[in-house]
């Protein structure tokens, strides 16, 4: 097993940035970037429907893919891409991601077929994977120690902000100007950051220059892009008819076996994709696992707006997206604020009370909306509490998450924490799904979805009591 997991943290690291150099520019290039791939994995929500209009030939299974291919190989590639980053270069392989990420946009936009198009995703999603982990490493290289943490929780913040706002952006560019556009979107802010970041962005300087690079470790990459694919594979099409239920239960069993054979091969690997060190810290432990619960709370109660707002109360999906876009708009204060308190006071206070924040607002959806219309009084109260706790908690996770990482480990190390997070996505869409995805919706079908929010909110509060990240504390 690796040795360095144990003797360098994030803390000791210095800081790469040249003394005279702003390190912003870097964050703004980097973010950009995972701006786009945060925006594209939910804008098609909205789109769907105009896809379906475009091939009419095509059925709801064959569109289905057009969402799960991404997902699925996103999902998959996250950890991988990011053993890519540490091993190979952050810089090199962020270029490579948002060239490859830009270029199957464009395929997308012009695919003449669904199975053209598909397989425009999931070159896509493998464009998203490589550049989402090394943005987040030529970030934390880029600042100083003592920035880390807000800049860590406003990188979180500009994905965050981006997801949520996608169904919204989607609907209104599908109405006006077709659904390729969903994907010709991506284009001039891709190019711009792949210009600026080709001029600007430095490759990161490893320890020991005289040192061998680091093998790539090709079995566990192969048993890790297996064992997450199969999972979410048999997540995602857990609904689908012309799966049978054997067939997905031999597919989750095969993701469950490739994982322990991952495990058990992290073990004994001279130098393995993951070092299993990272999680004997309680902190990226319980992080991760609050990542998961708080992830699929997200989805949950994010779809579920959709679902209420244009099959409770007849809302059109312009207006819908238009109706959830005030509390997405609290996420980036809320995520700066918490940010720079907790380079002073660490990271619990925020993710617990940010916790207790979106629970309370999944109490308010329980309890107060009713058949009748009533955004005011009715909506937009609990809209604001969940604009504030995802601000509060999804930031600060990934801040959490990095907190304490080795410095020869950015990139995978935060990639499990994405990871973690696209998986608890894929788990709350498919549960919505599963809760909500059948005709003629009344307001009681909404009552175990919102339940299970405040639960899975309370949880992520539980799981983040034992998480500290202050100044100096021990890890």
């Not at 997405?328 to 809320?334: E, K, N, S």
Request: glycine share 8%.
């Amino acid at each position: 097993m690796s040795s360095s997991s144990s003797t360098t943290t994030v803390d000791d690291a210095p800081a790469a940035a040249d003394p005279g150099r702003s390190p912003w520019p870097v964050f703004w290039i980097a973010s950009s970037a995972v701006f786009l791939v945060s925006l594209d994995g939910t804008m098609l929500f909205a789109a769907f429907a105009a896809l379906r209009e475009a091939f009419p030939a095509a059925s709801a299974a064959d569109l289905s893919w057009v969402l799960n291919a991404y997902t699925v190989v996103y999902a998959a590639m996250l950890i991988p891409a990011g053993g890519l980053a540490d091993t190979h270069g952050r810089k090199r392989i962020f270029l490579l991601g948002t060239t490859l990420f830009l270029a199957a946009s464009a395929a997308c936009g012009l695919a003449p077929s669904v199975e053209a198009l598909v397989a425009a995703r999931v070159l896509q999603a493998l464009g998203a994977a490589l550049l989402t982990p090394a943005s987040l490493s030529l970030v934390l290289a880029a600042f100083p120690v003592e920035k880390r943490s807000v800049v860590v929780s406003l990188w979180g913040a500009v994905g965050a902000l981006a997801a949520a706002v996608g169904p919204s952006l989607g609907s209104l560019v599908t109405a006006h100007w077709g659904w390729p556009w969903a994907f010709y979107l991506n284009l001039p802010i891709g190019a711009l950051a792949l210009w600026r970041g080709a001029a600007l962005l430095r490759e990161h300087r490893r320890d020991d220059p005289a040192a061998p690079r680091r093998r790539l470790d090709l079995v566990g990459m192969g048993l890790l892009i297996l064992g997450v694919g199969a999972l979410t594979l048999a997540i995602v099409q857990a609904e689908a008819r012309h799966w049978r239920r054997e067939e997905l239960g031999l597919i989750a069993a095969l993701g469950v076996a490739a994982l322990i054979a991952f495990v058990a091969w992290a073990r004994v690997a001279r130098a393995p994709l993951l070092d299993l060190a990272l999680f004997s810290h309680a902190t990226y432990r319980y992080v991760n696992l609050a990542t998961l619960a708080f992830g699929t709370a997200f989805a949950m109660m994010f779809f579920a707006f959709f679902f209420y707002m244009t099959s409770i109360w007849h809302y059109s999906l312009p207006l819908a997206g238009l109706a959830v876009t005030p509390g997405p708009l609290l996420v980036m204060p809320a995520a700066i604020l918490s940010g720079r308190l907790a380079a002073r006071h660490g990271h619990r206070p925020f993710l617990v009370g940010g916790a207790l924040v979106y629970a309370a607002s999944g109490l308010w959806f329980l309890r107060v909306p009713g058949v009748e219309p009533a955004y005011l009084t009715q909506w937009l109260p609990g809209l604001l509490l969940s604009g504030i706790g995802v601000g509060m908690v999804l930031p600060s996770l990934a801040a959490a998450a990095v907190a304490r990482l080795p410095a020869p480990h950015y990139a995978v190390g935060s990639a499990v924490n994405q990871a973690t997070r696209q998986i608890g996505a894929v788990l709350g869409v498919a549960l919505t799904v599963l809760l909500l995805g059948h005709a003629g919706l009344a307001r009681a079908d909404f009552t175990p979805l919102y339940a299970a929010h405040v639960a899975l909110a309370l949880l992520t509060g539980a799981l983040c009591l034992p998480v500290n990240t202050r100044p100096g504390a021990a890890r």
